[in-house]
Structures are given as C-alpha cells and as structure tokens.
Nanobody
Framework: QVQLVESGGGLVQAGGSLRLSCTASGRIFGINAMGWYRQAPGKQRELVATITNGGSTNYANSVKGRFTISRDNAKNTVYLQMNSLKHEDTAVYYC??????????????WGKGTLVTASS
C-alpha cells in the first residue's frame, strides 16, 4: 500500500507565498515523475507542474515564473513553492506520482489534496 499526503495549504493574501509538500510512504522502490495538479470550484483538474526523476521540470503557462517544483528523492517528497499568489490560484492542490514497487510495477497514485486560498 502506498499513501501520498499533502501539506502546506492554507489561506494567504494575494501576493503572498505558500510551500506545499507531498510525501509518499509505503513499500516504495522508487518514484519516477512527480507532479502537482489543481482543481478550482466548478472547473476540471489541471496540470500545475511536473518534475522527472532526472530533475527536468514542466510548468503550466499560468504559473511560470511564480511557482517552483522540486523534489527530495531521499525523503520521497515533492515540493511546490508558490510565490506571488493570485486569487485565480485558489484551488485544491493534488500531488501525483508514478511509484515503482519492489515487484517492478509502476503505479500512478494521487494524494487527497490540500486547499489553497488566495484572497483578493
């Protein structure tokens, strides 16, 4: 069993910063891609940022220059540093990871989400 737990969400004024964390636990041999997605009320879930095992990153155009994704492989943790937050960044943020088990299978897993609210 693998579990992803996000933390770091909360209420912040527009222009402020937050740092999200997501830690994977369980029988984990390794983790390939890690990413953050978000879902605002009444909207579909969308990609925010991803990072490969080698450290290559990809960002949604709406967050480029403001958000930074990083990872600590020793801690099975992915981070999302969010600066210059805008009201439109308000959403539930989910982490998503391709987790490799000891039997060699790769399983795509989601966290339960953490709410980020940027007040205007």
């Amino acid at each position: 069993q693998v579990q992803l737990v996000e933390s770091g969400g909360g209420l912040v004024q527009a222009g402020g910063s937050l740092r999200l964390s997501c830690t994977a636990s369980g029988r984990i041999f390794g983790i390939n891609a890690m990413g953050w997605y978000r879902q605002a009320p009444g909207k579909q879930r969308e990609l925010v940022a991803t990072i490969t095992n080698g450290g290559s990153t990809n960002y949604a155009n709406s967050v480029k220059g403001r958000f930074t994704i990083s990872r600590d492989n020793a801690k099975n943790t992915v981070y999302l540093q969010m600066n210059s937050l805008k009201h439109e960044d308000t959403a539930v943020y989910y982490c998503n990871e391709d987790i490799i088990s000891y039997n060699g299978y790769t399983m795509n897993s989601w966290g339960k989400g953490t709410l980020v609210t940027a007040s205007s």
